[in-house]
């Protein structure tokens, strides 16, 4: 959304996290985004602005759904994309990030779309890269393609962001999209709300722009304009976290009955995968509420754009 | 014999509250005279209205020997340490294999003796290898130089197995120095619990780890008649509860790490691997809170708790990093940064660092007086200088403080009488 009077260029080198970005840059992919996503819907092709690059896939942690999104992405814009297997590559028998990243990055890739376990970890490498750094989720700390994929999704289902209210819920503590989503929305005026259980929820969350954080869903829920839930590590459930899956479902599973208080044409989202039964109830996330399928439509759109933006800025 | 007067010198010695121009004279290895005018001296050198002060006394240096030489050996930490006017340091158990016998015990005394131009002390093992279920032979070490007992950064989980170890090291007059901290409660952390730690996504270490180990490890020296030295306090409130087990009667005393009196746990940034220490940089009303302790006299002792890492150690993600930064090299100019800053006197900056540390390990230099021995220091306490890694001693260059603005040096150090390092 150009402001008259000003001219405005994307001029980050990376996308590392929704920190780095200004309301001004979110604003200007998400319009980006929506165009490609018309497009695709459309049946059109994009322009191939990604012809004779290279963008690599760095998956440190395993991930069908970000990684598939990031390479139908890179090769509707031209691009040619190397999927590295981590897995059986020489990091596993000592090589560090930094040895990784200078080796990649003598190969002159023009994008590096990296997932790390350690927070930070993505930053890390970027510090040693020539070509453009794309943060797919490191540790617990940013999920920043998912947090404007998700930014974007309300958007378009509620024709805006500011003055809505979004109730977060789940594993906060853990959760690298809760860090990223809450700081977007937050930036595009949106008032978030964060919700779950004591032991997942860590102090300071105002300072990502949440304005509450609470552990009544009921309370929480009540008025929301969209219901985003969290998936759940089903490992937490073994007493160190949550004392069952029964019990979390009965304090913070998103039924029908609860979707109810929230505002009468809330949405209802979810980053997935999905735990049917223990964080959200079937019923709803197949429900007419729920924007879980076109979230995964923008996010195809959004990683266009941002590649677009990164490694097309670089020609 | 050779008589040697330093002249034109501004004499400081917080043991004998001595602040003046003067001369020094040495003789043997030894201070013959405080202040006083030479009188046939064989040799004079002139300070050139340099500061002298007692050389630095470490009570937390680790090596990596023997075992982890490639971090750093006795001998590349001894020129570490002079380069920051250290003249002995008393280097810590946990290396490989763990200092927990007198062999070993003789093993690093001999070392330093060999290959450090600094005095070495050795501290001794708590617990037989660190595993904190059995007790280590603490009087026979004591009888064979080790200064104190300590578990390093593994302090004994079994509250019982600490309760017999002090009640033993009470009855052999051997200090225990312990972190403070409850396992469980910082298993996997990695910095200062709190808002900060979860916008980063790192996982915390709270305070109550360490004011949870401090409640037991004073509970257990007062109930033993034990000598506690609680290794690098973090948190205002730790040095409340030290004050009133002191009220009470409980022997401790306390040290802070150099660096957490100058840095905080925003200095972390953008993942800054060599602000990974343990434990973590806290908040600025506790790094505020340290040094108004400092400067009220409740510290007894400031460690460069220098442990240095290789770069494969630190060069990783920040939850993936080593704990622990070289320090050697950076006490003394992070005690004269607050003395520039008016929050300590030149004296009460050296007093942590020279007589008050002699006195828990019992050893007579770290004062200017007559037939103590010749270690000492001239520097210049407002010469601004570059902490640039590349230039440090150390053989592992990890300091919070690279790139850092740092204000005093020192220009030449001096080990029983002889010059062994000069800038």
């Given at each position: 959304m ?7 260029e994307?001029?980050?080198?990376h996308?590392?996290?929704i920190e780095?970005l200004?309301r001004?840059?979110i604003?200007?992919i998400?319009d ?6 018309e497009?695709t819907?459309?049946g059109?092709r994009p322009e191939?602005?990604?012809k004779n690059?290279t ?7 395993n991930?069908t759904?970000?990684m598939s999104?990031f390479?139908i992405a890179?090769k509707?814009l031209g691009?040619?994309v190397?999927?590295m297997p981590v ?6 028998k000592?090589?560090t990030?930094?040895d990784?990243a200078?080796?990649l ?7 590096i ?6 927070s930070?970890?993505v930053?890390?490498l970027?510090r040693k ?11 617990t700390?940013?999920h920043p393609t ?6 974007l999704?309300?958007?378009?289902a509620?024709g ?9 819920c789940?594993?906060i ?6 860090r990223?989503t ?7 005026g949106?008032?978030?709300t ?5 032991t ?6 105002e300072?990502?722009g949440a304005?509450?954080a609470?552990n009544?869903f ?11 839930m969290l998936?759940?590590?089903l490992e937490?459930?073994?007493?160190a976290y949550l ?5 979390y479902?009965?304090?913070f599973?998103l ?18 995968p999905?735990?049917r039964g223990v964080e ?12 879980i ?12 754009a941002?590649?677009?933006?990164l490694?097309g800025?670089?020609? | 014999?050779?008589?040697?007067a330093?002249t034109?010198?501004r ?8 602040d003046t ?10 201070i013959l005279?405080?202040?006083k ?6 040799q004079t050198i002139?300070?050139n209205?340099?500061c002298?002060a ?5 009570l937390?240096?680790k090596?990596g020997?023997?075992?982890s ?5 006795l001998?590349?930490a001894?020129?570490?340490a002079l380069?920051g ?7 810590m158990?946990d ?9 070993l ?7 330093g003796?060999?290959?450090?131009r600094?005095?070495?002390y ?6 037989k290898g ?9 009087g ?6 080790a200064?104190?007992f ?10 019982s197995m600490l309760?017999r170890?002090m ?6 007059d051997?200090i ?5 901290n ?8 990695v910095m200062n ?9 790192l996982g915390g ?12 490890d004073?509970l257990?020296?007062e ?5 506690l ?5 973090s948190?205002?409130r730790?040095?409340e509860m030290?004050?009133?087990a ?5 022997k401790?005393?306390?040290?802070v790490?150099?660096?957490h ?5 925003l200095d972390?940034?953008?993942y800054?691997?060599y602000c990974?220490?343990?434990p973590p940089f ?7 809170a340290l040094?108004?302790?400092l ?6 002792a400031v460690v460069?708790?220098?442990?240095p ?11 993936e990093?080593?704990?622990g930064?070289a320090?050697?090299?950076t006490v003394?100019s992070?005690?004269?940064a607050l003395?520039?800053d008016?929050?300590?006197s030149l ?6 660092v020279t007589s008050s ?9 770290g ?6 021995p010749?270690?000492?220091i001239?520097?210049?306490?407002e010469?601004p200088?570059l ?12 300091s919070?403080f690279?790139?850092?603005r740092?204000?005093?040096r020192v220009m030449?150090t001096y080990?029983?009488?002889?010059q062994?390092f000069s800038?």
């Amino acid at each position: 959304m150009a402001i008259p009077g000003y001219s405005y260029e994307f001029s980050h080198d990376h996308l590392l996290s929704i920190e780095d970005l200004s309301r001004l840059d979110i604003e200007h992919i998400l319009d980006l985004s929506e165009e490609f996503a018309e497009a695709t819907r459309a049946g059109r092709r994009p322009e191939p602005h990604l012809k004779n690059m290279t963008v690599i896939n760095l998956f440190f942690e395993n991930s069908t759904r970000t990684m598939s999104s990031f390479e139908i992405a890179a090769k509707r814009l031209g691009a040619d994309v190397i999927a590295m297997p981590v897995a059986q590559s020489s990091v596993k028998k000592g090589e560090t990030l930094i040895d990784t990243a200078m080796t990649l990055n003598a190969m002159a890739p023009d994008a590096i779309v990296i997932r790390h376990s350690a927070s930070g970890g993505v930053k890390l490498l970027s510090r040693k890269v020539d070509c453009a750094v794309i943060n797919a989720g490191d540790g617990t700390h940013q999920h920043p393609t998912q947090g404007l994929l998700d930014t974007l999704t309300i958007r378009r289902a509620k024709g805006r962001i500011e003055g809505l209210k979004v109730t977060i819920c789940g594993d906060i503590l853990h959760s690298r999209v809760a860090r990223s989503t809450t700081l977007a929305l937050h930036l595009l005026g949106a008032e978030v709300t964060l919700c779950g259980p004591a032991t997942l929820m860590p102090s300071g969350t105002e300072t990502w722009g949440a304005a509450r954080a609470m552990n009544d869903f009921d309370a929480a829920i009540k008025g929301a304009d969209v219901v985003m839930m969290l998936r759940l590590q089903l490992e937490r459930m073994n007493g160190a976290y949550l004392p069952s899956q029964r019990e979390y479902f009965r304090n913070f599973g998103l039924t029908q009955e609860r979707l109810k208080t929230a505002a009468p044409d809330a949405i209802v989202m979810h980053p997935g995968p999905m735990n049917r039964g223990v964080e959200i109830e079937s019923a709803v996330a197949d429900g007419d509420r729920s924007v879980i399928t076109e979230q995964v439509e923008m996010g195809v759109a959004v990683r266009e754009a941002v590649l677009k933006l990164l490694a097309g800025r670089r020609v | 014999m050779t008589r040697t007067a330093i002249t034109n010198a501004r004499l400081l010695c917080p043991a004998g509250n001595i602040d003046t121009i003067g001369t020094l004279v040495i003789e043997d290895g030894m201070i013959l005279s405080v202040g006083k005018a030479a009188t046939n001296a064989d040799q004079t050198i002139d300070a050139n209205g340099l500061c002298l002060a007692p050389g630095l006394i470490d009570l937390r240096v680790k090596t990596g020997e023997p075992g982890s030489e490639q971090k750093e050996t006795l001998a590349t930490a001894s020129r570490s340490a002079l380069a920051g006017g250290v003249t002995s340091m008393v280097v810590m158990p946990d290396t490989n294999p763990v200092i927990d016998d007198v062999a070993l015990v003789q093993f690093i005394a001999n070392r330093g003796r060999e290959t450090a131009r600094t005095r070495v002390y050795p501290a001794g093992a708590l617990t037989k290898g660190l595993a904190g279920d059995a007790m280590a032979e603490i009087g026979m070490m004591r009888g064979s130089g080790a200064v104190f007992f300590t578990n390093g950064d593994m302090p004994v989980e079994n509250a019982s197995m600490l309760r017999r170890t002090m009640g033993y090291a009470a009855s052999c007059d051997a200090i225990v120095s312990s972190r403070a901290n409850d396992h469980a409660l910082g298993q996997s952390g990695v910095m200062n619990a709190g808002a900060v730690a979860a916008r980063m996504g790192l996982g915390g270490l709270p305070r109550e780890a360490e004011w949870i180990g401090l409640s037991r490890d004073l509970l257990l020296a007062e109930a033993t008649g034990c000598t506690l030295l609680v290794d690098q306090v973090s948190t205002a409130r730790s040095i409340e509860m030290i004050k009133s087990a002191r009220d009470r009667g409980v022997k401790a005393y306390v040290s802070v790490a150099a660096h957490h009196l100058f840095f905080n746990e925003l200095d972390v940034g953008d993942y800054l691997t060599y602000c990974k220490v343990n434990p973590p940089f806290r908040t600025e009303n506790d790094r505020q809170a340290l040094i108004e302790a400092l400067a009220d006299g409740e510290i007894d002792a400031v460690v460069s708790a220098h442990d240095p890492q290789p770069p494969e150690e630190k060069r990783l993600p920040f939850g993936e990093a080593a704990f622990g930064a070289a320090g050697l090299e950076t006490v003394l100019s992070a005690l004269l940064a607050l003395v520039q800053d008016d929050r300590l006197s030149l004296l009460d900056a050296l007093r942590p660092v020279t007589s008050s540390p002699a006195h828990i390990i019992g050893q007579p230099q770290g004062r200017l007086a007559e037939g103590a021995p010749a270690d000492f220091i001239l520097f210049d306490p407002e010469k601004p200088w570059l902490c640039e890694r590349e230039n440090l001693v150390s053989r592992s260059l990890n300091s919070p403080f690279d790139g850092r603005r740092m204000v005093g040096r020192v220009m030449q150090t001096y080990v029983g009488g002889e010059q062994v390092f000069s800038r």
